[in-house]
């Protein structure tokens, strides 16, 4: 064997030792479920609809597994800040897998919460988390209705419509 043979033997037997090292055999993909804009949509879309039924104009926002909006839509006749309100909603019950009325609750005990600084973390009822299981995959908000007890009915309206998808 040549000495440029042995070189590129040596090279490919280090190669190989360092792809082998850097790649587990047991490494894997994640395997996850995500919200499609179809689930999305009717969930928005009933809320808004069960809201105006019971006279409460409000505005809502689904947001997916990393907090991203999937689906807002600002409902007829509601002020702006309705649309910031549901987003802020949505991301605070995605990102800590509970009801954002939770988080309103923790804060009377605690004020002084750090995460309640962080940006499009709000303190407000309105919003459900959207589960498959134990996995939160997503969650929807709502604002403009009277009260967050009111805007988070009509989100439950639109979780009650997919819940059969959501499985």
């Known amino acids: 064997m040549s000495s440029a043979e042995l070189r590129l033997a040596t090279i490919a037997a280090a190669s190989a030792c360092v792809f082998a090292w850097a790649a587990p055999a047991d490494a894997q993909l994640l395997d996850h479920k995500d919200l499609t804009a179809s689930i999305a949509m009717t969930i928005a879309q009933t809320a808004i609809e069960t809201c105006k039924a019971n006279g409460y104009a409000v505005s809502a926002t689904v947001v997916g597994r990393n907090g991203e909006i ?82 988070e009915a009509c989100i439950k309206a639109g979780l009650d419509k997919v819940a059969e998808q959501l499985k």
Do not use: C, W
């Open 70 to 151: 999937i689906v807002q839509v600002r409902g007829d006749n509601t002020p702006p800040h309705t649309m910031e309100n549901s987003f802020r909603k949505a991301y605070t019950a995605r990102t800590l897998r509970s009801p954002s009325g939770t988080l309103a609750e923790r804060v009377k005990a605690d004020p002084t919460l750090p995460f309640i600084h962080l940006s499009n973390i709000i303190a407000f009822q309105g919003a459900l988390p959207i589960k498959v299981g134990d996995e939160t995959i997503g969650a929807a908000g709502a604002s403009g209705a009277p009260g967050g007890e009111k805007d």
